[in-house]
């Protein structure tokens, strides 16, 4: 099992702060944790997404070529996203999900993702 994590710096603000992915099998050395934590938050991107008729909201985090959408639709599923360019690589559902809210993180908006055909747990 692998586990996905959205960090926020303590001093997180539309200033200061950073947010981070944290992706991987615990007490792995293979953990990914983009990007570094540093403030401006370029990388990073939030907005609406839909999923089952339902509207949630979402991360996505660009590494180079490669974006991580970690997603979450309030009592509905939550999950990861993995693409390189415009080809889908991995979709998971998470088994368990604790979401505080997401609607107030100071990131750049992006638009409406849909996720459908979401693979296995």
């Not at 992915?21 to 997404?49: C, D, F, M, T």
């Not at 509207?55 to 993995?82: H, K, P, S, W």
Request: charge should be positive; hydrophobic fraction near 35%.
């Amino acid at each position: 099992p692998r586990l996905v994590s959205v960090c926020a710096s303590p001093d997180l603000s539309k200033t200061a702060g950073y947010l981070q992915l944290r992706y991987g099998e615990p007490g792995s050395s293979e953990i990914i944790a983009w990007p570094e934590a540093s403030y401006p938050r370029q990388h990073v991107s939030k907005g609406n997404v839909l999923y089952q008729g339902r509207i949630g909201t979402y991360f996505r985090f660009q590494m180079e070529r490669t974006g991580f959408v970690v997603f979450n639709v309030r009592d509905v599923a939550g999950g990861l996203v993995i693409s390189r360019g415009a080809k889908i690589l991995q979709k998971r559902l998470c088994e368990r999900t604790t979401v505080v809210d997401w609607a107030g993180v100071p990131v750049p908006v992006a638009d409406t993702y849909a996720i459908s055909g979401i693979g296995s747990r």
